[in-house]
């Protein structure tokens, strides 16, 4: 399902937006009535300190 909010309704509902864009929904803010951006999840990784040590060096 797709969810299309103005930008003063995702001012006003941006955290309940999110939440519904991490849940798998589209969600797309519109500016003057046309689509201007859309929400997307960071995608949540297995991070461990120090992975990227050997990839690095100063």
Do not use: C, F, W
């Not at 006003?12 to 939440?19: E, K, M, V």
């Not at 003057?32 to 991070?47: A, C, E, F």
């Amino acid at each position: 399902m797709t969810i299309q909010a103005n930008m003063q309704e995702a001012k006003t509902h941006l955290s309940q937006l999110a939440d519904k864009a991490v849940d798998g929904e589209v969600v797309i803010i519109a500016k003057s009535g046309k689509p201007y951006v859309q929400l997307v999840p960071v995608n949540q990784s297995d991070r461990t300190p120090g992975g990227d040590s050997k990839m690095m060096s100063i």
